[in-house]
Structures are given as C-alpha cells and as structure tokens.
C-alpha cells in the first residue's frame, strides 16, 4: 500500500492549489479517505473526508467554503482542491485511509506554505 501526495508549494494569500494523492497496492473505492494537516508547531487536524463513492463529504469548520475533496477511483487519485488560501492553511497535508476508527496509511506528505 502506498500513498503518494502532489501539488503543493509556496503561495501568496488568496491563491488556489489543487492536492493530489495518488494511491497504489489497494482499490481506492474499497476506501473512505481523509485529508490531514499539521501546521508548524502544532498537531494534526482532520481537514476533510470523502466516502467510497465520492457522494459523501465532510468538512472541518476551518476550511467549509473553500476546500474542496473529491476522488477519481478509475485513477486511484484523491484530490482536494484549496481556494482562497490563507496563512492559517499553511501545513503538511497528509492524505489517509480510513480504517475505522482511526487511519491505516498515510502519505508522505506535501508542504503548503501561504505567505501573506
């Protein structure tokens, strides 16, 4: 199993990115996913989850509105597009498999750096 994060960078305030995560040794379907962060200094937060089909998504309070998760099981790739980006946002995002209660794999990681 293999989780592999994409796309993120240094950005001002205000701008978008769009998180990939690309999954292998597993059928992404078979899975909810989740999206972690951890901020510099800080602990995880759970951002956002999506369920197997993609028709159910959650979001933590800090991001409704502007994040947006999705998943394309024929490419085993989740996604989580990020808009109106603010210094807060600045993190490791992690991406996750749900395995109920908790998470059984995890990315790497992709840095998000948002300057003001």
């Known amino acids: 199993v293999q989780l592999v994060e994409s796309g993120g960078g240094l950005v001002q305030a205000g701008a978008s990115l769009r998180l990939s995560c690309a999954a292998s040794?597993?059928?992404?379907?078979?899975?909810?996913m989740t999206w972690v962060r951890q901020a510099p200094g800080e602990g995880l937060e759970w951002v956002s989850r999506?369920?197997?089909?993609?028709?159910?998504?959650d979001y933590a309070d800090s991001v409704k509105g502007r994040f947006t998760i999705s998943r394309d099981n024929a490419k085993n790739t989740l996604y989580l597009q990020i808009n109106s980006l603010k210094t807060d946002d600045t993190a490791v995002y992690y991406c996750?498999?749900?395995?109920?209660?908790?998470?059984?794999?995890w990315g790497q990681g992709t840095q998000v750096t948002v300057s003001s």
């Open positions: 040794g597993f059928t992404l379907s078979n899975y909810h």
């Open positions: 999506i369920r197997r089909t993609g028709t159910v998504t």
């Open positions: 996750t498999r749900n395995w109920n209660p908790t998470y059984d794999y």
